[in-house]
């Protein structure tokens, strides 16, 4: 969930409102499905042509249906890893938390709300990617990236009950580049009790975005309940946040540049490991055995400016 300012917060005011106009309007917003720089855009485009020609030159022309992040913002795979096992993930954390601290960061700015595993491919082991093996979700990634796909870098952590909301517990879309989103696994269940993600759907993002509000990174927006709701008033917009219900072993796809905002649990816990992936035109196992495990550690920036490897 989290996103990370492309332009850091003390240059903020220095943006070029001409460039920020441009970034934001609707025909911009409509092709990129995202306020960044058009140059980083029109290479990740490039890079994702690339990566689905390659795909057609192993597979053959496909038709890989619609993607449902991109019509609906978030989807949802029941059952993908065995709920004890994914439970068994939850305690691994639990025990990082108590015993083994030098594991677990805690942001400042998120310390009532969010505590991180540092490294899970190494902590943690690889197991757990097993789950992209499962043919349902490999299936809604390729109908997504229409190619192969790799793992940008891996995250685990904890959201906490707190009245103290910050950052992603705002409405708020992530700026990422197109052809990149997010995989949740959950190692604990998630309901509106107990921090399931709240999404708004492409449409209803799109209405905000026309009256201004767009929660990117140009930052100092960000609204929660009641800003939003104010704001949704005020320019006649509908507020009809949606979530799903998660048990431990679903899995979650979301489309992040759609607005949505973390929930802080009123009780207990929510655990997820989180994947975040860009296309890539070989799969994204081959990838990592190329690599090797710190190739897909948690770091900023969140994405490479050049998504090409080599
Ligand atoms: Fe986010």
């Known amino acids: 969930m989290r996103s990370m300012p492309i332009v850091p917060k003390f240059l903020q005011g220095t943006v070029n409102p001409?460039?920020?106009?441009?970034?934001?309007?609707?025909?911009?917003?409509?092709?990129?499905?995202n306020?960044?720089?058009?140059?980083?855009?029109?290479?990740?485009?490039?890079?994702?042509r690339y990566c689905s020609a390659q795909y057609a030159s192993r597979h053959g022309l496909q038709d890989f249906g619609e993607s449902r992040i991109r019509t609906?913002?978030?989807?949802?795979?029941?059952?993908?890893?065995?709920?004890?096992?994914?439970?068994?993930?939850?305690?691994?954390?639990?025990?990082?938390?108590?015993?083994?601290?030098?594991?677990?960061k805690i942001d400042d700015k998120h310390s009532s709300l969010l505590k991180t595993i540092k490294h899970p491919l190494q902590t943690m082991g690889t197991d757990y990617l097993e789950i992209f093996k499962n043919?349902?979700?490999?299936?809604?990634?390729?109908?997504?990236?229409?190619?192969?796909?790799?793992?940008?870098?891996?995250?685990?952590?904890?959201?906490?009950?707190?009245?103290?909301?910050?950052?992603?517990?705002?409405?708020?879309?992530?700026?990422?580049?197109?052809?990149?989103?997010k995989v949740f696994l959950h190692l604990t269940s998630a309901t509106a009790e107990t921090g399931?993600?709240?999404?708004?759907?492409?449409?209803?993002?799109?209405?905000?975005?026309?009256?201004?509000?767009?929660?990117?990174?140009?930052?100092?927006?960000?609204?929660?309940?009641q800003g939003i709701q104010e704001f949704a008033k005020k320019h006649n917009l509908p507020y009809r946040p949606f979530h799903f219900d998660v048990s431990?072993?679903?899995?979650?796809?979301f489309n992040q540049n759609f607005l949505h905002r973390a929930v802080a649990p009123r009780t207990g816990y929510r655990d997820v490991m989180e994947f975040f992936l860009l296309p890539n035109p070989v799969p994204w196992d081959e990838q990592l055995a190329k690599d090797g495990i710190d190739s897909a550690?948690?770091?900023?920036?969140?994405?490479?400016?050049?998504?090409?490897?080599?």
């Open 35 to 48: 306020s960044l720089d058009i140059r980083l855009n029109e290479t990740y485009l490039r890079y994702q």
């Open 135 to 181: 043919p349902a979700l490999h299936q809604a990634l390729l109908a997504f990236f229409h190619g192969d796909y790799r793992l940008e870098w891996v995250s685990a952590f904890r959201t906490l009950p707190s009245t103290h909301i910050a950052s992603s517990w705002n409405w708020h879309t992530d700026a990422n580049p197109p052809y990149s989103c």
């Open 248 to 253: 431990a072993g679903d899995v979650s796809l």
């Open 297 to 310: 550690q948690l770091r900023v920036p969140l994405y490479p400016k050049n998504p090409r490897r080599a």
């Open 196 to 225: 399931a993600t709240d999404f708004m759907t492409p449409a209803d993002t799109a209405a905000y975005r026309r009256a201004g509000y767009f929660g990117d990174q140009y930052g100092s927006e960000r609204m929660g309940d």
């Open 72 to 104: 609906h913002s978030a989807q949802i795979f029941p059952k993908v890893m065995p709920a004890d096992k994914a439970r068994q993930y939850s305690s691994v954390i639990s025990g990082f938390i108590e015993n083994n601290k030098e594991l677990v």
């Open 18 to 33: 001409i460039l920020k106009k441009i970034v934001r309007s609707t025909l911009y917003t409509t092709r990129y499905n």
